[in-house]
Each structure stands twice: as structure tokens, then as C-alpha cells.
């Protein structure tokens, strides 16, 4: 009565080996320069990018069978790598790239699906995807982040930033550079503690932005039909231009008279320093999206 197990706990040990057999690790690593220019190609999966203080790159692939096969190298200022081979057709979870490289490289990265996740870097980033997101937490110099229908996060201070959407959502946090933010349906949330100059641009998309602005900052938000709101410091030193063809006004600023019921644009100034054309410049105008402008007195 014994003979029987044999084959069944054989099918139990195949049943439990199948997820391992299914993927492979596959692994490189190269000395590059500290500003090595860098493309990097996973359609499928999940690619991360972090930064660390060597003049290396090391990559580990974690690649599902019929799932391709790790490629690349380079060395100096130029090197590139990814999966290739990838089968289209494959069903379940695609290719995870992790991937150490000098904190100043320069960084290309194509995606499909993939999600792209980077961190800890302080060069130039360019992203492109389809449906997957893009995460990004640190300070680079310059990020251009570009999605169809994937959602992009940007948190920290980076310099410089471009970012591209269909209908994928956008929040920024902690930015206060050069931004610059366009969507189709995508909504966009900006947080920071102070915008120096940000031009947001949106169909149908809401925007949010709660942050401050020194007396030089300029914001201009643009939209056809999404809502706008802003939230500023009580402090805010301003001159506004607001215009929306067939949406409302709102203002509920510290000191300030709410608008009559039915204004379609306005302009007005408020602090010493706007008053005398010296302020910072706020621009919004939408075809029938709303327009609230707050003051938040406890700060931001």
C-alpha cells in the first residue's frame, strides 16, 4: 500500500519547485565614469535605478522563463543595458531590474508596462513609459518623466522637472526649482514648500498646488476644463490673474472680500511687495474648469 506515495509526494515536490524553475537570476557589473551616460531597456516588469558613491554599475535581473535574457555593457562615459529577447506574449510578471549606478550618471530608461522606480540620484534622468509608473525620490538635476497611462511620483528637491501625462495622475512633492507639469486627463497635485517658477498644463485633469512662492516666483496653471485650486501661505506677496470662460471664482483669502457671485476673471494684488509690481505672479486661466484660490493661515 506503500508504492502509491512514491508518485505523489514526487508531484508535491514538483508542484513546489515550479516557482523557482520559472525565473533565473542573471547578473553583471562594469566600471563606468562617475557621469557615465546610461540607456536601459525593460519593457515588462519593474526596473529600479538607485544611486550609490562608485564608479560601477552592477545589475541584478530577475528574469522569468521565456522572459529573455540580461543584456550589457560599456565602459567610460557610455554603456546601456536591459532585457532583450522578451516574449510578447508572456502572461504573469515580466523582468525586475535592480540597478546601481554613479550617483551623477546620466540615465535613459524605455518601459511599456514596466514599473520604473529611482532613487538616490543626482545627474540627469530621462523616463518614457506606457501603463507602467514612475516612482522618483531624490534630488536629481534635471527629470523628464514621460507616461501614457501610468501614474508619476517625483518626491524631493530636483532641480529641474518635466513631466508628461495622458491620463496617468501626477504628484509632486518637495520641488522648487523649474517645473513643469502637462497632462491630458491626468489629475496633478503639487506640494512644496516653496515653487520658485511651475507651469502646469491640463485638459480635463484637476490641479492642486499648496506651496508658497518668494517675491520672484511665477505659477501659471492652464486648463480646458479641470478645476483648479490653490492653497498658499497667509504671507503670500502676489498679483493675480484669474479667467475662466464658463467656470466659477472662488477666493477665500486672509483680509480679502470674497468675489461677487457670477465673476468670470479678476486681477488683484495682495502684500506690500505685489502691490508695486514686485511680488510674485500667479496666472490660472480654464475654459470651464472652476477657480479657488485659499490662504492657509497656519502655513503650509
Known amino acids: 500500500m506503500a508504492a502509491p506515495i512514491v508518485p ?26 562617475p557621469d557615465v551616460a546610461l540607456r536601459i531597456h525593460n519593457l515588462v516588469g519593474v526596473t529600479r535605478v538607485t544611486g550609490w558613491d562608485r564608479d560601477s554599475i552592477a545589475v541584478v535581473a530577475t528574469i522569468p522563463v521565456r522572459g529573455g535574457s540580461l543584456f550589457g555593457g560599456g565602459g567610460g562615459r557610455f554603456a546601456k ?9 508572456l502572461t504573469g ?13 546620466r540615465v535613459w530608461i524605455k518601459s511599456a508596462s514596466a514599473n520604473v522606480e529611482l532613487s538616490n540620484l543626482g545627474g540627469e534622468i530621462e523616463a518614457t513609459s506606457v501603463t507602467g509608473a514612475i516612482h522618483l525620490e531624490g ?16 518626491t524631493g528637491g530636483a532641480t529641474v522637472v518635466r513631466v508628461r501625462t495622458g491620463a ?10 523649474d517645473l513643469a507639469v502637462s497632462t491630458v486627463e491626468g489629475s496633478v497635485v503639487i506640494e512644496s514648500d516653496q515653487l520658485i517658477s511651475a507651469r502646469i498644463q491640463s485638459v480635463s485633469g484637476k490641479v492642486e498646488v499648496r506651496s508658497g512662492l518668494p517675491l520672484d516666483g511665477r505659477l501659471e496653471v492652464e486648463t480646458h ?9 497667509a504671507n503670500t506677496d502676489a498679483g493675480f490673474d484669474l479667467s475662466s470662460v464658463k467656470g466659477t471664482l472662488t477666493t477665500k483669502i486672509a483680509g480679502r472680500s470674497a468675489l461677487a457671485p457670477g465673476t468670470r ?3 488683484f494684488t495682495i502684500g506690500k511687495k505685489a502691490g508695486v509690481g514686485r511680488g510674485a505672479v500667479i496666472t490660472v486661466r480654464t475654459f470651464s474648469g472652476g477657480i479657488q484660490i485659499d490662504s492657509n493661515p497656519g502655513g503650509l
Open 168 to 177: 496617468g495622475p501626477v504628484r509632486i512633492i518637495g520641488s522648487r526649482g
Open 225 to 233: 476644463g479641470g478645476d483648479v485650486q490653490l492653497t498658499l501661505p
Open 139 to 154: 534630488a536629481p538635476r534635471v527629470t523628464t518623466l514621460e507616461t501614457i497611462d501610468g501614474a508619476v511620483t517625483v
Open 8 to 33: 505523489s509526494l514526487l508531484l508535491v515536490a514538483l508542484v513546489l519547485a515550479a516557482p523557482v524553475a520559472a525565473q533565473r537570476k542573471q547578473t553583471k557589473g562594469f566600471a563606468v565614469a
Open 81 to 89: 543595458l536591459g532585457i532583450e529577447g522578451q516574449d510578447p506574449n
Open 93 to 105: 510578471p515580466g523582468s525586475e531590474l535592480d540597478v546601481r549606478v554613479p550617483r551623477g550618471a
Open 265 to 267: 476673471s479678476t486681477r
